[in-house]
């Protein structure tokens, strides 16, 4: 059955053991699990990735089938959830083990997912969309936390903070615990204050960095490295996306060489190249010729093997490659 997120409290979720949450706002979906389905559910947690159990499904069927997790209630939660795995959880649901518990989560799923089709219209199953947090539904959690805290800060603090947040609660939560840090020693807090204490959450996005890189503009590259800290996974994304957009690049060059007009180019160029991004396309195309952008990505190739064997260097490696890349 379908559940809106606001009517969350509002339900008894005592009976329901199985539930689907879906969605781009991965804080809001962490929150309700912690706030208002763990204290509800057992309290003995598995947590696993979806590739991990794909990888072994016949096992993973067999333990939960045959009850061999299950001396005592269990709670298994499972991320990054797909269609791949709907055959296995179907079966799970309908066996309705009485000791399981379960938590799918997953990112955007269409309507035609079969997984999401299949949480929507059982009845022992409950689905939630969490859609992302605009900056009004941001300013007001940032309200809410600050009154709580006792701390008083303007209208005019809140809209900086919510704004260096970019849409995620999870950054902001982790900028107003800095403020509520720097409060301890200081009781009026300026704008200066915020500016310096707070990071541009996701401060510039991970294609921001590479367009940076691609374009060559190595001030703002080393002002969006020190302004970020990145993880392994960022490391991964931040790779594919430079691959990514580079080999877009050797595309509008090899078409540059037969057609000569830039703009042209990039306005017939598939998948379409949106208009705030294409003056920032030209200047890559003038920064990168087409044989430097052939060196970078069998470079770039090298880099993600290195990345592979070597995980716990990945934040230097990568570091490395980008800044370099720029030069």
């Not at 590739?51 to 072994?56: D, R, S």
Request: charged share 30%; hydrophobic share 40%.
């Amino acid at each position: 059955m379908i559940i809106k997120y606001f009517e969350l409290k509002k339900k008894k979720l005592n009976e329901n053991k199985f539930f689907l949450l879906y969605g781009n706002n991965k804080g809001l979906i962490d929150e309700t699990i912690q706030e208002t389905l763990k204290p509800i559910l057992p309290k003995n947690i598995f947590t696993y990735e979806e590739a991990e159990i794909l990888k072994n499904i016949e096992n993973f069927r067999d333990n939960l089938i045959n009850k061999s997790f299950f001396e005592n209630e269990k709670l298994i939660i499972i991320k990054r959830v797909s269609d791949k795995f709907f055959k296995v959880i179907e079966e799970v649901i309908k066996e309705n083990i009485d000791e399981l518990s379960l938590i799918l989560i997953a990112d955007n799923l269409d309507k035609r997912s079969k997984i999401r089709n299949f949480f929507e219209k059982e009845t022992n199953t409950v689905c939630i969309a969490f859609y992302e947090d605009n900056n009004q539904t941001l300013s007001l959690l940032a309200q809410k936390i600050m009154r709580d805290k006792n701390i008083n800060v303007s209208q005019q603090l809140i809209n900086i903070i919510v704004e260096r947040a970019k849409g995620d609660r999870i950054n902001l939560k982790n900028e107003l615990q800095k403020i509520e840090n720097f409060s301890r020693n200081k009781k009026n807090i300026s704008i200066d204050d915020v500016l310096k204490i707070t990071n541009l959450s996701e401060n510039y996005d991970i294609s921001e960095l590479v367009d940076s890189c691609l374009s060559k503009n190595k001030k703002k590259l080393i002002r969006i490295l020190n302004e970020n800290n990145f993880n392994t996974e960022d490391c991964i994304l931040i790779l594919r996306t430079f691959l990514s957009k580079l080999k877009r690049l050797i595309e509008l060059h090899l078409e540059i060489n037969n057609k000569k007009n830039i703009d042209i180019v990039i306005s017939s160029y598939k998948p379409p190249i949106f208009w705030k991004e294409k003056d920032v396309v030209k200047q890559q195309i003038k920064a990168i010729k087409f044989d430097e952008a052939k060196t970078l990505m069998v470079k770039g190739n090298e880099i993600e093997l290195l990345m592979k064997k070597n995980p716990q260097f990945s934040v230097n490696i990568t570091t490395d490659f980008i800044i370099n890349s720029s030069v």
